[in-house]
């Protein structure tokens, strides 16, 4: 899982750095709106707001946009808005899963349609893709807060499941409807995480040499520049020369 995580931390880093403002802001303040509109709009009371509230703040969203998404899921708007998930086989069978949040299924699935169409890839089934990931929590923590051994044994103390130290990052994985407890509780040890959220996370992947990589990256990265399309999970790993030729 070493080169799956490494890249993800790569594009962690890369979304921040390149993403156009308004569209990053977009995706969260989306995410923060559902959340609030399923479950209670208080976030001490709803689990998955906290969280999306967190990421939200971790990227920097001011507190007045973060505001206006909780009072839109009250609004008369609230519920054209739905989550929807796809999936893929992308170049060289890599498995795909794009979740969007949308009011208008049809417009987004012909526009992921098309992105994968042109990226080399194809659509799959429902539950097609899905089989090869767990649903899983996800916590990063900066490398300053704590050493490998601190951050494990607080980790394996607070819930975690697995723990990963990478070149950037502290990564702590827990069952899904563990991640807030897990979370909160190791923040009262190590610190404020950067970021905590559920994710896919693929149980075999696939290594790539450099042409197949080329074109796993470009399509994934335009199937995050769709307005609609809030993540993207590939089980794809790129051996850290192919990496470095990246």
Do not use: C, W, Y
């Given at each position: 899982m070493a080169g799956h995580s490494k890249w993800a931390n790569?594009?962690?880093?890369?979304?921040?750095?390149?993403?156009?403002r308004s569209k990053l802001f977009s995706k969260l303040s989306r995410e923060v709106t559902v959340a609030a509109m399923i479950g209670d709009p208080d976030p001490d009371k709803n689990p998955r707001l906290r969280l999306a509230i967190k990421e939200a703040k971790s990227n920097s969203v001011p507190k007045d946009v973060i505001e206006r998404a909780i009072s839109k899921a009250a609004g008369p708007d609230a519920d054209s808005l739905e989550e929807v998930r796809y999936e893929a086989y992308g170049p060289a069978g890599v498995a795909i899963i794009?979740?969007?949040?949308?009011?208008?299924?049809?417009?987004?699935?012909?526009?992921?349609r098309t992105i994968v169409g042109k990226g080399g890839g194809k659509m799959a089934e429902s539950g097609a893709v899905s089989y090869l990931f767990e649903r899983k929590g996800e916590i990063?923590?900066?490398l300053e807060l704590a050493d490998a051994a601190e951050i494990f044994e607080a980790a394996i103390d607070a819930g975690a499941e697995d723990i990963e130290t990478t070149d950037e990052h502290h990564i702590i994985f827990t069952e899904d409807a563990e991640l807030a407890a897990v979370s909160s509780a190791l923040e009262e040890i190590v610190g404020e995480a950067q970021s905590a959220k559920i994710i896919w996370r693929p149980t075999t992947t696939a290594g790539l040499g450099i042409d197949d990589a080329r074109k796993v990256v470009k399509l994934i990265e335009s199937l995050e520049n769709e307005d609609d399309v809030q993540s993207v999970?590939?089980?794809?790993?790129?051996?850290?020369?192919?990496?470095?030729?990246l």
């Open positions: 790569i594009q962690h880093r890369k979304g921040r750095q390149d993403a156009a794009v979740e969007a949040m949308t009011d208008n299924r049809n417009r987004t699935a012909s526009a992921v990063l923590f900066p999970t590939a089980n794809f790993e790129i051996p850290d020369e192919v990496l470095a030729e």
